[in-house]
């Protein structure tokens, strides 16, 4: 397991633009001064220079690219009650660039990020996220009872707007106060590893700007979250400041929507659980087959079927050519175990149907028709599309035409020179154009004419077979060129198929038992069955000879995608998948490093689909959003975080308000009123008796908390679920012996060997082997672990060799008596050795000695009780095989925030 974080955000209060966006005026004066007097007149004062120039930066329209992620997602429905929504935008620098007309300072954000409940707004009445296109003129002058912002300057009042209208009072009921905004916006500095979204969107390491919202969503329905400007609106954000009765105009630059449904909410917590719940107990509990049904049977047959249903197969319906109706055997391209490679001559072609891909298992008289299928189905598929069909019999047909006309050429040495992709009377201008050809034409014109031989015809020779041809460099070069230019979309075309686009469900999981609802299942990629569905799609209109003979050219063209195959992957039926229309799956490798993600895609709304370029060793299912979210916990009050140490960010295991003090309260005491009887939701955290300042008493001695200290205290790390292997392995790194009154003289020597003739014998020898255990999980998901040596007596057997702690301060060829690390009083494991010459394995459970060196190096000395002539030989890490290890066996963890990676 990697010991750096995948995920480390750094929070800032916000970035201070050098200028903001505006219209500024240069002046250059001169003055003529002597000894600090003005001698130039104020009449007849040297000329002046001015000029202006204007910062723009987003006001009316936000480009999308500026928007980096939402939370709650869009679309989704979920329980929101406890959540703050937010908006993540790539460009840090966006909320702090304009400058709201009238403030001291440019710190306030001129965004905001407003929070409708359905029925709140007149342009979104079912709280969609919906808005007007006005233009901006409207925007300004929206009419009478209408109040628009007061902006200034010179504006195009044409150019459109995405608007809101809303009453005056839900707007003064929901925007946030003048001294509300500054903490309702920050700054973050991502560093993660790069990682693929299910919207193609890649998380790299960059700067971010955060705007929440101060309304939670608690009453259950729709909502929709809108960033709006508030630039002109400064002055009149209080109660009090407009018409009651009138109308609110604002320009709205984002907008999406969500639905809080607290009673038929997911329970994700639990729904993740369930999913990962089969590989607790059964390593094989995530692999992608059909389990067998009833009692196990001795006989060969029912040993065979099962054999085959825990390789993936399935049976399918199967009609021979006789007529016979029975079944097959079928395995997709997704399988449990590593599949077998297959002989590269059944992999060669073209071929025109599928019978090369059948094979048959003549001890049992089936078929299995997995790779016949699949080249079936890629045919069918290539079929399908108009498009691709016309270019593959294009680029045949021209290629046909084109190894024609070498061949023919091929007979006339004079003629074979011939360059067929040059333009026709190329050669003959470029005759012409040759140095000297012009004086030597004159030259032969004013010579007088002289009868000579008749010209000797040149020798013709045996056209050339297709195969001497293609091994002809400059027919070879011609032909991959014509390839080339005549397929320009198929090797685009190819690497999607290969990717599984277009692939029905069935071919994929050919039994829906095998991912029935609210499972997981990973698997391996069958390289051989995606060869054939490529094949399959790149055989079409292969029907002649030629069409044979000239199909490694083809071939050649299609191999120089340089496109790395899919090597595993993941599938998850689950209502999660539905519920988190975007979430985060983090595949890496046991070094920490991540896995490529090659295609990511929602086969039906709640089943993904996950392909990656390589094995991983470790998945993380995250809960959706940019890393974190803002909110409270279930019990409706905020889990305090360090703000100063060294473990800044971090849970300090204390909560606001204190439950520990009697009617303290929650956070829903710092809400305010509400409106008409309704529940009140948005937070107060102005003022003396505002949340901000009671938070910041809990928090800090003295003084408020910053913007980027209020976020940090808000945020709610998102869910994660690890998937790990059931078991790992670690090799010996380092190994010798110490010889009592002996200096520096084995190193790695095998084999390693373990006597005890007493405290001042020559012969008292202990053995030091050394582990890297800094990648492995916390202590608290080692469920056993298992020191492994093979090891067998010399001289006398039956004794026990004892395992002991002792130091990491060794080295293999440097380890003398004198200077070894003492050992634990106490042994921690033991094993007994049997007969002489009976090599085994022998195991010590170390598990508790591992559990408290997790994350770093572990030393284990092997020794033995004094006396008995007993003398253990043990295989060192130099050892040809069977080298000393440990196995240790990882418990699933459980759910938990995943603040710690």
Same mark, same amino acid.
């Given at each position: 397991?990697?010991?750096?974080?995948?995920l480390?955000?750094?929070?800032?209060?916000?970035?201070?633009?050098?200028?903001?966006?505006?219209?500024?005026?240069?002046t @250059?004066?001169?003055?003529?001064?002597?000894?600090?007097?003005r001698?130039?007149?104020?009449? %007849?004062?040297?000329?002046?220079?001015?000029?202006?120039?204007e910062?723009?930066?987003?006001?009316?329209?936000?480009?999308? $690219?500026?928007?980096?992620?939402?939370?709650?997602?869009?679309?989704?429905?979920?329980l929101?009650?406890?959540?703050?929504?937010?908006?993540?935008?790539?460009?840090?620098?966006?909320?702090?660039?304009?400058?709201?007309?009238?403030?001291?300072a440019?710190?306030?954000?001129?965004?905001?990020?407003?929070?409708?409940?359905?029925?709140?707004?007149?342009? %979104?009445?079912?709280?969609?996220?919906?808005? &007007?296109?006005?233009?901006?003129?409207?925007?300004?002058?929206?009419?009478?009872?209408?109040?628009?912002?007061?902006?200034?300057?010179?504006?195009?009042?044409?150019?459109?707007?995405?608007?809101?209208?809303?009453?005056?009072?839900?707007?003064h009921?929901?925007?946030?106060?003048?001294?509300?905004? =500054?903490?309702?916006a920050?700054?973050?500095?991502?560093? &993660?590893?790069?990682?693929?979204?299910?919207?193609?969107?890649?998380?790299?390491?960059?700067? /971010?700007?955060?705007?929440?919202?101060?309304?939670?969503?608690r009453?259950p329905? $729709?909502?929709?979250?809108?960033?709006v400007?508030l630039?002109?609106?400064?002055?009149?954000?209080?109660?009090?400041?407009?018409p009651?009765?009138?109308k609110?105009?604002?320009?709205?630059?984002?907008?999406?929507?969500?639905t809080?449904?607290?009673?038929?909410?997911?329970?994700p917590?639990?729904?993740?659980?369930?999913?990962?719940?089969?590989?607790?107990?059964?390593?094989?509990?995530?692999?992608?087959r059909?389990?067998?049904?009833?009692?196990? #049977?001795? +006989?060969?047959?029912?040993?065979?079927?099962?054999?085959?249903?825990?390789?993936?197969?399935?049976?399918?319906? /199967?009609?021979?050519?006789?007529?016979?109706?029975? /079944?097959?055997?079928?395995?997709?391209?997704?399988?449990?175990?590593?599949a077998?490679?297959?002989?590269?001559?059944?992999?060669?072609?073209p071929?025109?149907?599928?019978?090369?891909?059948?094979?048959?298992?003549?001890?049992?008289?089936?078929?299995?028709?997995?790779?016949?299928? !699949?080249?079936?189905?890629?045919?069918?598929?290539?079929?399908?599309d108009?498009?691709?069909?016309?270019?593959?019999?294009?680029?045949?047909?021209?290629?046909?035409?084109r190894?024609?006309?070498?061949?023919?050429?091929?007979?006339?040495?004079?003629?074979?020179?011939?360059?067929l992709?040059?333009p026709?009377?190329?050669?003959?201008?470029?005759?012409?154009?040759?140095?000297?050809?012009?004086?030597?034409?004159?030259?032969?014109?004013?010579?007088?004419? @002289?009868?000579?031989?008749?010209?000797?015809?040149?020798?013709?020779?045996?056209?050339?077979?297709?195969?001497?041809?293609?091994?002809?460099?400059?027919?070879?070069?011609?032909?991959?060129?014509?390839?080339? %230019?005549?397929t320009?979309?198929?090797? %685009?075309?190819?690497?999607?198929?290969?990717?599984?686009?277009?692939?029905?469900?069935?071919?994929?999981v050919?039994?829906?038992?095998?991912?029935?609802p609210?499972?997981?299942?990973?698997?391996?990629?069958?390289?051989?069955?995606? *060869?054939?569905?490529?094949?399959?799609?790149?055989?079409?209109?292969?029907?002649? +000879?030629?069409?044979?003979?000239?199909?490694?050219?083809?071939?050649?063209?299609?191999?120089?995608?340089? #496109?790395?195959p899919?090597?595993?992957?993941?599938?998850?039926?689950?209502?999660?998948v539905?519920?988190?229309?975007?979430?985060?799956?983090?595949?890496?490798?046991a070094?920490?490093?991540?896995?490529?993600e090659?295609?990511?895609?929602?086969?039906?709304?709640?089943?993904?689909?996950?392909?990656?370029?390589?094995?991983?060793d470790?998945?993380a299912?995250?809960?959706?959003?940019?890393?974190?979210?803002f909110?409270?916990?279930?019990?409706?009050?905020? $889990?305090?975080?360090?703000?100063?140490?060294?473990?800044?960010?971090?849970?300090t295991?204390?909560?606001?308000?204190?439950?520990?003090?009697?009617?303290?309260?929650?956070? =829903?005491?710092?809400?305010?009123?509400?409106?008409g009887?309704?529940?009140?939701?948005?937070l107060?955290?102005?003022?003396?008796?505002?949340?901000?300042?009671?938070?910041?008493?809990?928090?800090l001695?003295?003084?408020?908390?910053?913007?980027?200290? =209020?976020?940090?205290?808000l945020?709610?790390a998102?869910?994660?679920?690890?998937?790990?292997?059931?078991? @790992?392995?670690?090799?010996?790194?380092?190994? +010798?012996?110490?010889?009592?009154? *002996?200096?520096?003289?084995?190193g !790695?020597?095998?084999?390693?060997?373990?006597?005890?003739?007493g405290?001042?014998?020559?012969?008292?020898?202990?053995?030091?082997?050394?582990?890297?255990?800094?990648?492995?999980?916390?202590?608290?998901?080692?469920?056993?672990?298992?020191?492994?040596?093979?090891?067998?007596?010399?001289?006398?057997?039956?004794?026990?060799?004892?395992?002991?702690?002792?130091?990491?301060?060794?080295?293999? $060829?440097?380890?003398?008596?004198?200077?070894?690390?003492?050992?634990?009083?106490?042994?921690?494991?033991?094993?007994?050795?049997? !007969?002489?010459?009976?090599?085994?394995w022998?195991e010590?459970?170390?598990?508790?000695?591992?559990?408290?060196?997790?994350?770093?190096?572990?030393?284990?000395?092997?020794?033995?009780?004094?006396?008995?002539?007993?003398?253990?030989?043990?295989?060192?890490?130099?050892? !040809?095989?069977?080298?000393?290890?440990?196995?240790i066996?990882?418990? *699933?963890?459980?759910?938990?925030?995943?603040?710690?990676?």
């Open positions: 397991m990697p010991t750096r974080p995948d480390n955000v750094s929070f800032y209060d916000h970035l201070d633009p050098k200028v903001t966006a505006d219209v500024y005026t240069i @250059v004066e001169h003055l003529l001064t002597k000894d600090g007097v001698i130039d007149t104020e009449a %007849d004062p040297l000329p002046k220079a001015s000029d202006s120039y910062i723009r930066a987003a006001q009316f329209v936000l480009d999308p $690219s500026s928007v980096h992620a939402v939370f709650p997602p869009p679309g989704a429905a979920g929101y009650t406890h959540v703050l929504p937010h908006i993540t935008l790539s460009r840090a620098i966006l909320p702090w660039e304009r400058q709201l007309r009238g403030r001291l440019a710190k306030e954000p001129w965004l905001a990020l407003l929070v409708f409940a359905a029925g709140e707004l007149d342009d %979104d009445p079912d709280a969609q996220g919906e808005f &007007t296109i006005r233009p901006i003129s409207e925007l300004r002058e929206p009419g009478a009872g209408i109040n628009g912002p007061e902006l200034s300057g010179t504006i195009d009042g044409s150019n459109p707007c995405r608007t809101i209208d809303l009453p005056v009072a839900v707007f009921a929901i925007v946030a106060r003048q001294d509300e905004l =500054f903490h309702l920050h700054m973050r500095d991502v560093h &993660t590893a790069p990682q693929r979204r299910d919207n193609g969107e890649i998380l790299t390491e960059g700067e /971010y700007a955060v705007l929440a919202a101060n309304r939670f969503p009453t329905g $729709s909502y929709a979250v809108h960033l400007s630039e002109g609106w400064l002055g009149r954000l209080a109660p009090g400041t407009l009651a009765n009138e609110v105009r604002l320009c709205s630059l984002w907008s999406w929507s969500f809080n449904d607290p009673v038929g909410s997911l329970d917590a639990g729904l993740l659980r369930n999913l990962v719940r089969p590989g607790y107990t059964d390593p094989e509990g995530l692999g992608l059909l389990a067998p049904v009833g009692e196990p #049977s001795a +006989t060969p047959e029912t040993e065979h079927a099962r054999t085959r249903l825990h390789r993936g197969c399935t049976a399918v319906a /199967y009609r021979t050519l006789a007529g016979e109706d029975t /079944y097959a055997w079928y395995r997709g391209p997704f399988t449990p175990l590593t077998p490679e297959l002989p590269v001559e059944a992999t060669k072609g071929h025109t149907t599928a019978d090369h891909a059948l094979i048959y298992d003549s001890e049992y008289g089936l078929f299995d028709v997995s790779y016949a299928a !699949a080249w079936t189905l890629g045919r069918a598929i290539a079929l399908a108009p498009d691709y069909s016309s270019e593959v019999v294009q680029a045949r047909r021209e290629l046909a035409n190894a024609a006309a070498l061949l023919a050429l091929s007979a006339d040495p004079a003629r074979a020179m011939t360059d992709d040059e026709a009377g190329t050669a003959a201008l470029r005759k012409l154009a040759a140095p000297g050809f012009g004086r030597g034409l004159v030259e032969a014109l004013r010579a007088p004419t @002289v009868q000579g031989p008749p010209p000797v015809r040149a020798a013709r020779r045996n056209r050339l077979e297709p195969s001497a041809l293609l091994a002809e460099p400059r027919a070879h070069s011609s032909l991959l060129k014509l390839a080339q %230019d005549t320009p979309t198929m090797p %685009d075309w190819l690497e999607r198929l290969g990717l599984l686009n277009g692939v029905p469900f069935a071919h994929l050919p039994d829906p038992r095998m991912l029935p609210e499972s997981l299942r990973a698997f391996r990629i069958d390289p051989a069955w995606i *060869q054939a569905l490529v094949a399959g799609a790149a055989d079409v209109a292969a029907h002649t +000879t030629l069409d044979h003979d000239l199909h490694p050219v083809l071939t050649e063209r299609l191999s120089r995608t340089g #496109s790395a899919p090597v595993a992957g993941l599938l998850m039926n689950s209502e999660l539905r519920a988190w229309p975007v979430f985060d799956i983090l595949a890496t490798t070094d920490g490093e991540p896995v490529g090659l295609r990511r895609d929602h086969l039906a709304p709640d089943v993904l689909l996950v392909l990656w370029d390589a094995v991983p470790q998945i299912i995250r809960e959706p959003g940019q890393g974190i979210h909110g409270i916990n279930s019990e409706e009050r905020i $889990s305090l975080r360090h703000l100063t140490g060294n473990r800044v960010g971090y849970p295991d204390t909560e606001f308000p204190d439950p520990g003090v009697p009617g303290s309260g929650t956070v =829903f005491d710092y809400l305010r009123p509400g409106r009887g309704a529940l009140p939701d948005v107060d955290l102005g003022g003396s008796g505002g949340l901000l300042r009671a938070l910041s008493a809990a928090c001695p003295s003084g408020d908390l910053s913007p980027g200290q =209020f976020a940090l205290e945020v709610n998102p869910l994660e679920q690890l998937l790990l292997p059931p078991t @790992v392995r670690r090799d010996c790194v380092a190994g +010798t012996i110490a010889q009592y009154g *002996q200096g520096a003289a084995f !790695a020597a095998d084999p390693l060997m373990v006597e005890n003739e405290p001042t014998s020559t012969t008292t020898r202990i053995a030091y082997l050394r582990f890297d255990t800094t990648q492995l999980p916390p202590p608290e998901q080692i469920g056993k672990a298992l020191l492994r040596v093979y090891a067998a007596a010399q001289d006398a057997g039956d004794f026990d060799l004892k395992a002991y702690a002792t130091g990491n301060d060794w080295g293999e $060829s440097t380890l003398a008596w004198a200077d070894r690390p003492a050992l634990s009083a106490d042994p921690v494991a033991g094993a007994h050795v049997g !007969a002489v010459d009976a090599w085994a022998l010590f459970d170390i598990t508790a000695l591992l559990r408290r060196h997790s994350g770093d190096e572990l030393s284990v000395a092997l020794g033995k009780d004094q006396g008995g002539n007993g003398i253990a030989r043990i295989a060192s890490r130099g050892a !040809a095989d069977n080298r000393p290890h440990l196995s066996t990882i418990t *699933q963890p459980t759910l938990d925030s995943g603040e710690e990676r």
